[in-house]
């Protein structure tokens, strides 16, 4: 039997509410700048993904954990080792497709939206959209390629928050030399 999940490792911890403070003060400033939603989602996004690729070698390092061999393990080391970790919260993985290679991530809680409420003219805005992009950086520092998205939002009156993880490639481990044969 394989062992049991690994026990979450404890990072020094921010105040909650500074941090949604924070991140509530970006997302209105890319407002400012941008002032087209789209590209603040895609902003928010973009500034996701390169936290992802920097927090992937935190978790391996406090984690202990190893690299995950597939989709599968990596969905659930996101949902059980790394959510809690740097967010306090954790998440259901479920509704895998037949193949294997979909999965939803299932959070009741996202401290990012804390505070919240979006007016009818940030409809299109996805508030939250730094989550996905951290997912999608940490896993291509692990070699797989992924799409992730928001589906349920519950600033927009979704019951939970729902994160679609879709694996593209997953990359065989190159390493810088060869051998000697």
Not at 102 to 116: G, H, I, M, R, Y
Not at 117 to 145: C, F, H, K, Q, W
Not at 148 to 175: I, N, P, S, T, W
Request: glycine content about 6%; overall charge negative.
């Amino acid at each position: 039997m394989p062992p049991g999940p690994r026990p979450v490792p404890q990072l020094e911890q921010i105040n909650a509410e500074i941090f949604t403070l924070t991140y509530g003060s970006i997302v209105r400033q890319l407002i400012a700048d941008f002032e087209d939603l789209d590209e603040v989602n895609k902003q928010l996004e973009k500034m996701g993904y390169n936290i992802g690729v920097r927090l992937v070698d935190e978790l391996l390092a406090k984690s202990k954990q190893g690299r995950c061999s597939s989709f599968r393990e990596a969905a659930e080391v996101v949902a059980r080792q790394a959510l809690p970790m740097f967010l306090n919260v954790s998440a259901a993985v479920t509704n895998w497709s037949a193949d294997g290679t979909e999965c939803s991530l299932v959070l009741t809680d996202n401290p990012l939206a804390d505070f919240v409420e979006l007016p009818d003219e940030y409809r299109s805005l996805r508030y939250s959209n730094l989550l996905p992009g951290v997912i999608r950086g940490g896993l291509e520092m692990v070699n797989m390629e992924v799409d992730c998205r928001f589906v349920q939002d519950m600033l927009k009156g979704a019951d939970c928050y729902e994160l679609r993880l879709r694996l593209k490639e997953h990359k065989d481990e190159q390493y810088p030399f060869k051998g000697d044969d």
